[in-house]
């Protein structure tokens, strides 16, 4: 089973929760940050490991704890044989225990400076100047300082977050540290996850101290807490290994309404997307001129023709029997003038999703009642335009906290949204997940179809099984992303268009270990 403890993401005040937890259950303040301030500093000798030359490192070191943290750090560092240099801008400000540990690493002769620009010639920087403690804008010379710093283009190792970075909602508080790598301290707080951070956050690795899981969960039992999409969970929720007696209707019948004579490739594009999910069979809708194609490219398909408009547009849908369905996918590459089209999926009472043209359909002809009060279930996947479009009288639209924003979505319109973007976001206001990895590689044309295809396909087969839908969805917005990743190691990040990413999603399925396969 995957843990709460290692996927979780918390707030500020849920970490400073946490911690009162730990210190009133009699753990000393000095002996939590020595413990956690000892294991950053084995995972940064790792990282830069002392060689025959010496190795300088330079410390700059904030007010509170985060900078107690670096002086412990410091110093383990000194003791190891590092070269270290340490500059406190904010030394009258100093709390306690940090001023205790300043005292104590000047004790032993570590080299102090008073100007930031003395530790231009170290070979790394660690950050230790705010941590989740950072409560407004940082101005004045401590920006200029943080400034220089970055300009400097050299190693950069926070502690704990990117000095400037909200630990919330991951905006800069007017600068911010440019980090290499991010030692995050204890739990992931849920603003390095947020997309206004990834330019400052490098790579992230978590320290784990120990915390005890029951702490954990008094504080965010009753909270809506994010969390990291682990490589374990989604091995899960895959509709692997398939039962030896299976047959292809109880591998689901997927559905998707989609193309136009515009958008041909959408079309295909989302075909080859249900194609890599393996579901059991698909029907796809298209505009009656579309049909060859599909039944040239896409030979197991069936294709169901449609009268279309002058320009090419599906005009009605034929009669379905949508009971036959487990999921209907409707939106990719339809146009905005296949209204009626998207009224009758929504009114249809199936199970479905709703992408691209169909939700600037559902945008612009006021359709959010009735996608609220359906019967079936729904599964939204808008990009950053396509989800402010969706809500444009929310007041929650806008609010800083793009996760929170998204859980908030999902509520209003009682669906599981899943929301594009560096960092895919997916939540059905109860579960909130986030895909932890993701690359540019997929910023291009055809992306999002084959997304839209391989959801609908996963929904489809983990329709006959208890997995719940925002698992599903996420499953298959990480292995999405995971075949972007594999197939820009193998072509570079020019080579992912759609048809490539979909065969690249089978080889992230395939490096699954123990699926059954
Ligand atoms: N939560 C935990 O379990 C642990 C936390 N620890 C460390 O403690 C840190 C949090 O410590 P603190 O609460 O002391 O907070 P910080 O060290 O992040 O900084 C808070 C201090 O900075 C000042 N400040 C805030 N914004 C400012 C600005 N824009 N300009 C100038 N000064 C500003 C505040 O007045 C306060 O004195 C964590 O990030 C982590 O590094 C660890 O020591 C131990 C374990
Ligand atoms: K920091």
């Known amino acids: 089973m995957y843990s709460n403890k290692t996927t979780i993401l918390v707030t500020a005040e849920e970490m400073k929760q946490i911690e009162a937890e730990i210190f009133s259950a009699g753990m000393p303040i000095a002996s939590l940050m020595e413990k956690v301030a000892l294991k950053t500093a084995q995972k940064i000798t790792e990282l830069y490991p002392l060689n025959r030359k010496k190795v300088s490192v330079g410390f700059i070191i904030g007010c509170g704890h985060n900078g107690g943290d670096g002086l412990v750090i410091a110093r383990e560092l000194y003791h190891k044989g590092y070269d270290v240099t340490i500059y406190v801008p904010l030394i009258a400000k100093l709390k306690d225990l940090t001023a205790q540990h300043f005292q104590y690493v000047q004790s032993l002769g570590i080299s102090t400076v008073q100007n930031i620009t003395s530790l231009s010639s170290c070979d790394f920087i660690v950050d230790g100047l705010f941590g989740f403690g950072l409560t407004r804008k940082i101005v004045d010379d401590l920006a200029e300082d943080i400034k220089t710093v970055n300009s400097w283009q050299k190693p950069i190792i926070s502690v704990d977050i990117p000095s400037g970075i909200n630990s919330d909602t991951g905006a800069v508080l007017g600068v911010a540290i440019r980090a290499k790598y991010t030692l995050c301290l204890g739990l992931y707080k849920k603003g ?47 509709p692997l290994p398939r039962h030896v007696t299976t047959y292809k209707y109880k591998q689901g019948h997927l559905l998707l309404i989609c193309g136009s004579k515009e958008y041909v490739g959408a079309a295909l594009l989302s075909a080859y997307g249900a194609r890599s999910s393996g579901v059991g069979m698909v029907t796809i809708v298209v505009p009656e001129s579309l049909k060859p194609l599909i039944n040239s490219q896409l030979p197991e398909i069936l294709v169901i023709g449609c009268r279309e408009t002058s320009l090419g547009s599906i005009e009605t849908l034929p ?36 992408d691209a043209d169909a939700l600037n359909i559902v945008a612009n002809y006021y359709l959010l009642d009735s996608l609220k009060n359906r019967q079936g279930k729904t599964v939204l996947t808008p990009h950053d335009g396509e989800f402010e479009r969706l809500f444009p009288d929310f007041s929650f639209v806008g609010m800083a906290d793009r996760i929170e924003e998204t859980r908030q979505g999902a509520i209003a319109l009682n669906a599981t949204i899943l929301r594009k973007g560096a960092k895919t976001i997916i939540s059905d206001n109860i579960h909130t997940w986030i895909i932890p990895h993701g690359t540019p590689a997929l910023a291009r044309g055809g992306s999002g179809d084959v997304l839209s295809g391989f959801i609908g396909g996963l929904l489809a087969q983990n329709s006959f099984t208890d997995t719940i839908n925002v698992d599903t969805v996420a499953a298959a917005a990480w292995l999405h992303q995971q075949g972007g990743i594999l197939a820009s190691e193998d072509l570079s990040t020019l080579g992912v268009d759609g048809v490539t990413l979909s065969q690249y999603i089978l080889k992230a399925v395939n490096k699954l270990k123990g699926n059954g396969q």
């Not at 990834?198 to 702490?215: A, N, W």
């Not at 009753?222 to 990291?228: H, N, R, V, W």
């Not at 009669?319 to 249809?348: F, H, N, P, R």
């Open 192 to 238: 390095i996850w947020q997309d206004k951070a990834l330019e400052y956050i490098g790579q992230v690795k978590r320290i784990d101290f120990d915390i005890p899981s029951s702490f954990i969960d008094k504080i965010t039992s009753e909270s809506p807490s994010a969390k990291l999409l682990t490589v374990d969970r989604v091995k899960e929720i895959l």
């Open 319 to 354: 009669l379905l029997d949508w009971e036959k369905y487990q999921w209907v996918c409707c939106g990719m590459g339809l146009t905005k003038e296949a209204v009626s089209v998207v009224e009758k999926v929504i009114s249809s009472g199936c199970d479905i999703l709703l």
